[in-house]
RNA sequence: GCGCCUCUAGCUCAAUGGCAGAGCAACGGACUCUUAAUCCGCAGGUUCUGGGUUCGAAUCCCAGGGGGCGCACCA
């Protein structure tokens, strides 16, 4: 071949370019157009004195006609290895039977592969392989790969229609001293020259909020956050969450904000807001439905409860719903274990899920009409929680007897509850304006504009353990 | 962490106690319009690992490993 694995190559088009620049030319055209594409040969039909063959990039396939006339070592091209990396120059043209193919006039070998690529048909079923091996995964399972561009997609997209609204991304520290703004088992990791401990965070809630106080009214991070829990098809133990804060707004905004947001989401990733997950119809047309958890539980579990009904009562009501009781449980978290027991996975939504006991939302601020419950919200779709959103709580000294009631929690033994964060609190002792907070996690956000089902389909490198 | 399922050639899969096989890929050959090209030929194995039962184990039993699903935990 004229040359082989040069240091740099200069495509001048992509197969997904050709095809949409000149679909539909007659059989035997011959464009006059040169054009140079490179990617992997991923099939071969040699047929004596002419070769076709199919050039995969990123953007799609083309076909490669060779001669063996106007081909150079044109042998060698045929002896080309399925899986290798190849440039190729030529005109744009159609065959005979029609399909748009690259003339190959001058061709390279950019890459070899060494090993076999899997079956042409097939793919690859083996989901072990496909995750460890996703390098090869991705250029033979179509779908997957169309997922996992369509999380970069999708994120980017976040990025434009928040920014849209003056909201300004910011980077906070994953390395916690202190881990906080969600009850999760954090993972422990040490610093040797500060010989510290430190934690992997279990959410950036609270250094954003902090920056409210700093006076970053509109801010937002994207980013990874880790939890150190099982693993399942909605579980990967780290994962992307998108966390927003508004001055100046409540939880009431923030369910605008989320219904809009996966609204437009939906409308430029799937080109509706009304499509098909799992064979169901998702409507996530806006407005979203709002209601509160104790109706919700209601409609699906049958019984009215609340706060104020007595505490044996209800233990007798969780009991009956199969609910695992715990001694030190007060109403606001047995009424929260019935919900997530009963109701949750069978809402398909988009509902918002309003109104959550006090108890288990050490965050957010008090309810403004309901004693004993905050302004919290859950966006749940398809099942599934899509985040978690409040008022903030901005009052210190409540933020602080907060802190220690799940510090006193922490000590009875519940490894999940939260600490005392007295720099937290000394920064809410400055001031922390009426504000809404907003999670979302992106993973499963990507799944249901995918429509995939499980979370490893949209993370490039799930956790896994290690081959041998 | 517990339960159930699963692991055979590079990939996709057969073989259910009796000689480990096929398709694709690879390798050799034929072929000037193919589309998962076709045709001929030829190779390819620690049947996840280690024990056990048996005349004989991919197959049955025990232990371990990887993966999947469910439960638990969570988003």
Redesign the pocket.
Known sequence: MAQSQPYRYEPTATAGGLQAEHGGLE??TETGERVTVAGRLM????????????LQDSTGRI?L?A???ETPEFDAF??????DWIGVTGQVM??????L?VAVEAWCLLAETR???????????????????RY?DLW?SDDEAAALRARSRIISLIRRWLEDRDFVEVETPTFHPIPGG????PFVTHHNALDMDLFLRIAPELYLKRLVVGGFERVFEIGR???N???????????T?LELYQAYADYTDMMSITEELVAHLAQEIRGTTVFEYEGRTLDLSVPWRRASMSDLIEEHAGVRVDLGTPIDELRRICEAH?V?IESGWGPGKLVL?LY??TT??NLWGPVFVTDYPKEVSPLARDHRELPGMVERF?PIVAG?????AFTELTDPDEQRARMEAQAAQKAAGDD?AMVVDDDYLRALEYGLPPTGGL?I?I??LVMLLTGV????DVILF???????
């Open positions: 059989p035997g099939l071969r039909r040699v047929q004596g004195k002419l070769a076709f063959g199919t076909q006609f001669r063996a006339a045929c002896a080309l290895s399925l899986g159609t065959t005979k039977r029609g399909e193919s090993r076999q690529f899997p079956d042409k048909w097939h793919g690859i079923t083996d989901t072990d392989t496909r995750f460890r091996q090869v033979v969600a009850t999760a088992k956050v880790y939890r829990e099982g693993l399942s098809p909605r579980h990967n133990p780290e994962f969450m199969g695992h274990e997530e027991k949750e996975s859950e599934r929680e899509l985040g978690n999940e999670g996690g993973d499963r089902s499980t979370i490893r799930p956790t896994l353990r290690p081959e041998q």
